[in-house]
């Protein structure tokens, strides 16, 4: 783009400006729409709870081949915690005052993958698995899903390779559920994804193909190959309704989560639920089920880093899919591994523009510092773009958004979703520990 049409661009959109100098920046959605004033959504309620009762029924399975997840029945679901001391010890170090309760959704803990993807990423092999198992006659409806462990669906499935994009977790979460079921499995990462990552996949029997580009080279390579294949099947990240609908489901399980809690979330006390964000494929479904489950009382923010602000520019130009980061100069360059994504989801956007609040963005720093002070307060260790829902309470305060809904702080519940982290060798998440600690090193 040249510099004319850049000044087009700002002119039209003054918070650009900003957002192509790297500077924080955010946005409040004026698209938000109420539930009544939606008419129809490419997904609805009824798909929501269908794929709820399919995770059911995928449990038996799960709870068979994984067997770290026997303790929860092959449910594969995470803890919400309270973290009054990083609420503390954050509160202290910025001289700042939170507002309501902190808590942080530990989705580092999903079992198996370690990640958010588990959610969207199983949830989407195992929906493959089970059209081919029922197109094949190997399995009834109404069967018991465990069988989807039989030899015969293992001798069908080896029959099939599945391809996905990935910068890496996404990459995890398919290779690993797609070896276990008896896929071929090949994924296409971008050149940021870490070598571990890579090694960890090929050692559970994935192809793992590097690229020298991000991640919209990888998928559209991933994609041309896995399709040119009659009996391919692509997860595609850009577009998918089951990762989508995976995701979503999280909803369901934070209301009874919340019940415990004895939490009640209305009018007077909302929900206000930050999510880092990629493609915005994880934050986006979680978002549509949230505002399924708790109405117009869940407040739902993404998170982007300062050098991938994929969806933040998708939805603020209204241009979604068809606008990148490196449009407006901007390089796609970021440690928080899984936020680095220079296109949003066409799928996931134009729902996301009416469900959504907002979208602040994050300095790569800030997500160090924030790793530091988390495992400091709380001994919960997460990757680095997990921790950039953890300021979303501080940054929304700072805005009018709440005297605009007329919402007093004091009754907040804040969520923090921690998108992963579970499987990050102990070197790397020290070297992150000690990366975080030097950067407060001079507030302490
Ligand atoms: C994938 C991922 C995200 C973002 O999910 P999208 O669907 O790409 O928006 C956030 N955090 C982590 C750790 C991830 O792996």
Known sequence: MSYTDLDKWIKEYPLLEKIINLQTVVWINESRAKMNEINSLP??????????????????????????????????????????HFKKLYSEVEKTKIEGRLFLKCDNEL????????????????????????ENNLLNKDDNYEKLADEKCKALFEQYTIGVGSTGN?????????????????????????????????????????????????????????????????????????LYLGYSVAAIRL?????????????????????????????????????????????????????????????LTNRMQKISVHDFGIDNITDADGLAVGRPSAFASSISKLLISGIYTIEDNELFGL???????????????????LIGAKIIAQTNYLQKHHINSANITHIAWATGGGLVPENEMNDFYTKGEKLFAHKE
Request: one cysteine or more.
């Open 170 to 242: 996404l990459g995890l979460s398919i290779g690993i559920m797609s070896k276990k079921l008896g896929f071929k499995v090949c994924v296409y990462m971008s050149a940021d994804a870490k070598e571990w990552k890579k090694n960890l996949l090929r050692s559970k029997g994935a192809i793992v193909k590097k690229f020298s580009g991000d991640f919209s080279e990888a998928i559209d390579a991933g994609r041309r190959i896995t399709l040119a294949d009659p009996k391919g099947y692509f997860v595609d990240d850009e577009n998918s309704k089951y």
């Open 371 to 389: 790793l530091y002070l988390l495992g400091k307060s709380e001994n919960i260790f997460v990757e680095p773009s997990a921790t950039a829902g």
């Open 43 to 84: 997904v609805n309620k009824n798909d929501l709870h269908d794929a709820e009762k399919l995770w059911q029924k995928f449990a038996p399975y799960l709870s068979k081949v994984f067997p770290e997840t026997k303790s929860t029945n092959g449910i594969i679901e995470s803890p919400l915690k309270e973290i009054m």
């Open 255 to 315: 209301k009874k989560q919340l019940d415990e809690l004895k939490i009640n979330i209305n009018a007077t006390h909302p929900l206000f639920v930050y999510s880092p964000c990629g493609v915005g494929g994880s934050p986006g479904g979680i978002a549509f089920g949230l505002r399924q489950v708790f109405g117009d009382n869940a407040h739902c923010f993404f998170v982007e880093p300062t050098h991938s602000p994929s969806v933040l520019i998708g939805l």
């Open 111 to 134: 079992p198996v993958a370690g990640s958010i993807k588990a959610r969207g990423g199983f949830y989407e092999v195992l929906h493959f698995a089970l059209q081919l198992a029922l």
